[in-house]
C-alpha cells in the first residue's frame, strides 16, 4: 500500500506529514496525518494513535489541539486517521445526519448493506495503517498507545480493551462510554451492525469490561460542562461496571470544561505525558 504525500511541514524540530494510500479494508482512498518528532532521526519512536469524534477528519487534533509541542519534547509520534471512508460511491446518512455515516465510522466493522463494504474503520486501524507504515523505520510499533475524543474516545477504549497486549496505554477525552445504552450509539451500531444487539457488545466498553477485558494502563478524562455527559457520554456507568468488576479505571473530572477542542488542548500535554511514562 504505497503512500502519497500531500503535505509536509516542519514543526517544533520534527516534521507534520500528511499521506494518502488506498485502503483495502474500506475499499476507497483514505487520507491520515503523521507527526514524527525530531528524535525519529535517530531511531524508533513511540506512538500515541488518536482518534477523533464526530463530524472530524484527520485534520481536527493535528490543527486544533496543539499536541505537536509536547510530543516533541517527549519523542513521540502522533498517528491521526480519518474517522470514516470518504469519496465517491461510499453512502451516507440517509437522513443527513452528522452522527452516522460521513465523518461517523465509531471505529466499527459494519455488517450490515449498503455499509458493509467501505465502513470497516475498526480492521482499517488495526489492519490497514500499521501495514502502510510498517517499513517506516521511524516508528516503534512495539510501543503503541492509543487515545481518542468522544466517538474516538470509545474507539479508543474499545481498541485498547480487546488488544491490551497490543496497546500499551489508553486514554480517553469524554468518550462515549456506553453507546449500547445513548442515541448516538444505538443509531450507529443499528445502523452498522443490525438489530442483533449480542453484536454491539464488542463495541461497547462497558459490556467489554462486565465480559472480562481488562487494561492496567486506563485514563479518562471528562468536563463537567459537557452538554452530552448526561445523555451520550455515560462515564459513571463506565465507573460502575468497571468497580463491580474489579478494574481501576482513573477518571479526571474538569469543573467548568465542554466537549470542544478548547478542552482538549488544555489537557492534551498531561495526556501525552502520562503515555509517555507507560511507552518511554
Not at 92 to 98: A, I, L, S, V
Not at 118 to 137: F, G, W
Not at 170 to 193: E, H, R, T
Request: hydrophobic letters at 40%; glycine letters at 10%; one cysteine or more.
Amino acid at each position: 500500500m504505497p503512500l502519497d504525500v500531500v503535505s509536509e511541514q516542519r514543526a517544533f524540530g520534527g516534521t507534520q506529514w500528511v499521506f494518502q494510500h488506498v485502503a483495502p479494508s474500506v475499499s476507497c482512498t483514505m487520507t491520515f496525518a503523521l507527526f514524527e518528532p525530531p528524535a525519529a532521526e535517530r531511531g524508533p519512536v513511540p506512538i500515541v494513535l488518536w482518534l477523533s469524534g464526530l463530524t472530524c477528519t484527520h485534520e481536527n487534533f493535528m490543527t486544533k489541539a496543539g499536541a505537536q509541542r509536547v510530543a516533541a519534547e517527549l519523542g513521540i509520534a502522533l498517528l491521526m486517521p480519518d474517522t470514516s471512508p470518504r469519496g465517491d460511491g461510499v453512502p451516507d446518512d440517509p437522513d443527513g445526519g452528522y452522527d452516522f455515516g460521513l465523518g461517523a465510522g465509531f471505529y466499527v466493522d459494519a455488517t450490515e448493506p449498503p455499509f458493509d463494504r467501505h465502513y470497516r474503520m475498526r480492521r482499517y486501524v488495526e489492519q490497514d495503517l500499521p501495514a502502510a507504515l510498517a517499513e517506516r523505520s521511524s516508528l516503534d510499533w512495539q510501543r503503541l498507545g492509543v487515545s481518542g475524543h468522544s466517538m474516538g474516545g470509545h474507539g479508543a477504549l474499545t481498541l485498547a480493551l480487546r488488544e491490551p497486549d497490543r496497546y500499551r496505554s489508553v486514554s480517553a477525552f469524554a468518550p462515549i462510554a456506553n453507546p449500547m445504552d445513548c442515541p448516538w450509539g444505538q443509531k450507529a451500531l443499528m445502523g452498522y451492525l443490525g438489530g442483533e444487539r449480542d453484536a454491539w457488545r464488542e463495541y461497547d466498553a462497558c459490556e467489554l469490561v462486565r465480559r472480562g477485558a481488562r487494561h492496567e494502563a486506563l485514563l479518562i478524562d471528562q468536563g463537567d460542562a459537557d452538554p452530552f455527559l448526561e445523555e451520550q457520554l455515560k462515564p459513571d456507568a463506565l465507573l460502575a461496571a468497571a468497580d463491580h468488576a474489579g478494574l481501576a479505571i482513573e477518571l479526571r473530572r474538569r469543573p467548568g470544561y465542554d466537549h470542544s477542542y478548547f478542552y482538549v488542548a488544555s489537557f492534551i500535554d498531561e495526556h501525552l505525558r502520562w503515555h509517555a511514562a507507560h511507552l518511554t
